[in-house]
């Protein structure tokens, strides 16, 4: 397992679409381990695969199951070609800060929940039912997948110091 270089704006690949994933072979998996890996020493709770300069469907996502409580245990999602299913109508506007943009955060409106399907890293079905931040992190992180930048979506934009960045980034 590496950690990959995370690449940052204005690099042209952030603005590719990745290409859907067929091949689960050992390529993907050591993909995905260095990705886990980019992510947690990052760190940040999430991760695209066009942001190690890699255009594949793909996502690592982890953040814990229980919101409320700091100190919860922390899931970690992959997921490989996600898609949103459904999307809830009530939304809600949360402080969101890229690694692939360091110093600037911006206030995001996104769905509350959603339905997620896509593969897991056997290439075996999965659907998945996240909701609040884990929600707002799969919306960020699959727009990643299509080259929008959460820059392209916020309403409010501002830049500040990495070290004063109040938002986990993804
Ligand atoms: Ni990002």
């Known amino acids: ?39 947690r020493a990052a760190p940040g709770v999430g991760l695209a695969a066009p942001q190690v300069g890699v255009l594949q469907r793909v996502i690592v996502v982890e953040y814990p199951e229980n919101e409320d409580d700091e100190n919860a245990p922390k899931r970690l999602y992959v997921v490989v070609n996600p898609e949103i299913k459904e999307m809830s109508v009530e ?16 206030e995001v409106e996104r769905a509350r929940a959603l339905i997620v399907r896509g593969q897991n890293r ?28 959460f820059t392209d979506r916020a309403v409010r934009l ?13």
Do not use: N, Y
């Open 1 to 39: 397992m590496a950690i990959r270089e995370i690449v940052t704006v204005p690099d042209p690949v952030l603005r590719r679409k990745a290409k859907k994933v067929t091949d689960f072979g050992p390529e993907l998996q050591r993909l995905i381990e260095d990705m886990i890996k980019t992510m």
């Open 122 to 149: 056997r290439g075996q079905p999965v659907k998945l039912k996240v909701t609040g931040w884990t929600a707002r992190i799969f919306q960020h992180e699959i727009d990643h997948l299509e080259g929008i930048l």
């Open 158 to 170: 501002w830049s500040l110091a990495p070290e004063e960045m109040t938002s986990d980034s993804v």
């Open 91 to 106: 939304t809600e506007v949360g402080v969101e800060g890229c690694l692939s943009i360091p110093g600037v955060q911006g």
